[in-house]
C-alpha cells in the first residue's frame, strides 16, 4: 500500500488553520496514524485510529478520514507546531509504509 | 524516565555487520512489542522489524529479511537488531520503538528513541 501526502510542504503563520492530506492506494479503514518529527529529534506520535488523539497532545490536532482518504488538523498554529509530519498505514499485515511527509514552516 | 536509548551504530564497509542495542527503562518492558524503523534522508521513514513482547513472534521487511536478526533479552531490557551483510542502501539512522498496545501489537509507536546512525560505505 502507497500513501502519499499533500503538500509536500507548506507556510503558514501562527494562528492560521492548516490541514495536510494523506491518500492510500487502496482502502485502510481506519488504520492510520500522523506523526510529528522536529529537526534533529525522533518522530512523536499524534493521532492513531486515524482520529484518536494520543494521551498528552494538544487539542488543536484532529485527525479524520476512513477508507483512503485521510486529513490532519492544526486548528491554530502554534510556535512549536513547526515539523515535518508523516502518516503511517497500518492495514491487514506488515510492512507498513509512512507517507513522504509534509514539512510545515513558518511564512 | 520512560525512555529507550540506542547504541551500537558507527561506519561500516558493504558486507560487514553491525549489533544495534536499545536500553529501555521507566516501563514495563516485558509487556510491550518493540521494534526498529530507520529512517534515510532519500528514502524518508521505513519500518524495519518488530518482535512480540514474549519474543515468540518476529516480522520483517522484506529488504532486510534473512540479513537482519531482532531479538530481546526481557531480563535485562534491552532490545537488539543484528544487521550482517549489510548494504549502502541500508544507511540510516535506526530507531527503536515500542508499540503503543497492551496485549499484543497494534503497530501504533508511542515512544521512540533518539536513534543511532549506521553508515554502509566503502
Known amino acids: 500500500i502507497q500513501l502519499t501526502q499533500s503538500p509536500s510542504s507548506l507556510s503558514a503563520s501562527v494562528g492560521d488553520r492548516v490541514t495536510i492530506t494523506c491518500r492510500a492506494s487502496q482502502g485502510i479503514s481506519s488504520y492510520l496514524a500522523w506523526y510529528q518529527q522536529k529537526p534533529g529529534k525522533a518522530p512523536k506520535l499524534l493521532i492513531y485510529a486515524a482520529s484518536t488523539l494520543q494521551s498528552g497532545v494538544p487539542s488543536r490536532f484532529s485527525g479524520s478520514g476512513s477508507g483512503t482518504d485521510f486529513t490532519l488538523t492544526i486548528s491554530s498554529l502554534q510556535p512549536e507546531d513547526f515539523a515535518t509530519y508523516y502518516c503511517?498505514?497500518?492495514?491487514?499485515?506488515?510492512?507498513?509504509?509512512f507517507g513522504p511527509g509534509t514539512t510545515v514552516d513558518i511564512k | 524516565e520512560v525512555q529507550l536509548l540506542e547504541s551500537g551504530g558507527g561506519l561500516v564497509q558493504p558486507g560487514g555487520s553491525l549489533r544495534l542495542s536499545c536500553a529501555a527503562s521507566g516501563f514495563s518492558f516485558s509487556t510491550y512489542a518493540v521494534g526498529w524503523v530507520r529512517q534515510d534522508p532519500g528514502r524518508g521513514l521505513e519500518w524495519v522489524s518488530t518482535i512480540s513482547s514474549s519474543g515468540a513472534y518476529t516480522y520483517y521487511v522484506d529488504s532486510v529479511r534473512g540479513r537482519f536478526t531482532i531479538s530481546r533479552d526481557n531480563s535485562e531490557n534491552t532490545l537488539y537488531l543484528q544487521l550482517n551483510t549489510l548494504r549502502t542502501e541500508d544507511t540510516a539512522i535506526y530507531y527503536c520503538v515500542k508499540d503503543k498496545a497492551v496485549p499484543g501489537t497494534d503497530w501504533y509507536f508511542d515512544l521512540w528513541g533518539r536513534g543511532t546512525l549506521v553508515t554502509v560505505s566503502s
Open positions: 503511517q498505514q497500518l492495514n491487514g499485515y506488515p510492512p507498513f509504509t
